[in-house]
């Protein structure tokens, strides 16, 4: 199994937010088995924070796939299933906010707006330290809140067909051309936007 110094090595640095794709992975694999080589387990991701990078190192989940869906729900929850059962687990991240001190919550509101100061940076990276600590360490019933079922399997990855855009000569996938003017072009040469 890959490790969390794996996910650093590919995010390049460690924060609460991979820690929590760290956990979320580690359960999924824990519940559907071992990790995907191919499209043996798909994972839908309903957000695009850090998390996301430590699904696709853990679990073998990737958009060059086809088994990494996102859906911009900006929610923290996580459905895998397993191919061909359609055996699945969703994941919802449930971490409580901990206590601030005023502090804190000064030195927050520096750093959104910009501060960058040796006090406020402090502050912030001992905070998000002790919030990292307790997500890689807290047991799983604490953050995660896992329903199991059968999910409907989406279709595994089609390889297209590549076409050339007549008007950037770029290459595109075949269901992405257009016709305009009577000629084959990408999205961006259709809608007037190519560069």
């Known amino acids: 199994m890959k490790t969390y110094d794996d996910i650093i090595d590919f995010h390049g640095h460690s924060c609460p937010g991979l ?11 824990k519940e559907l088995g071992y990790r995907a080589e191919d499209e043996e387990i798909v994972a839908i991701v309903e957000n695009s924070f850090c998390a996301v990078d430590a699904v696709q190192v853990m679990t073998g989940c990737t958009f060059g796939k086809g088994n990494l869906i996102f859906k911009d729900y900006g929610k923290q929850v996580y459905t895998f299933i397993r191919r061909p059962s359609g055996k699945s687990v969703r994941i919802a991240v449930n ?19 910009v501060d960058r100061s040796g006090k406020v940076l402090k502050v912030v990276h001992d905070r998000k330290a002790a919030k990292l600590k307790y997500i890689l360490e807290v047991n799983d019933k604490e953050i995660l809140s896992v329903a199991r079922g059968n999910a409907t399997l989406p279709p595994e ?7 050339t855009c007549e008007v950037c000569s770029e290459q595109m996938m075949e ?21």
């Open 175 to 195: 269901p992405r051309a257009r016709i305009k003017d009577g000629k084959t072009v990408c999205l961006l040469c259709f809608e007037g936007r190519a560069k």
């Open 19 to 29: 820690a929590i794709g760290y956990r979320v992975s580690v359960r999924a694999l």
């Open 95 to 113: 971490i409580k906010k901990q206590p601030e001190s005023s502090e804190e919550k000064k030195a927050w509101e520096k750093y959104s707006k």
């Open 157 to 163: 990855a089609h390889i297209y067909k590549s076409l």
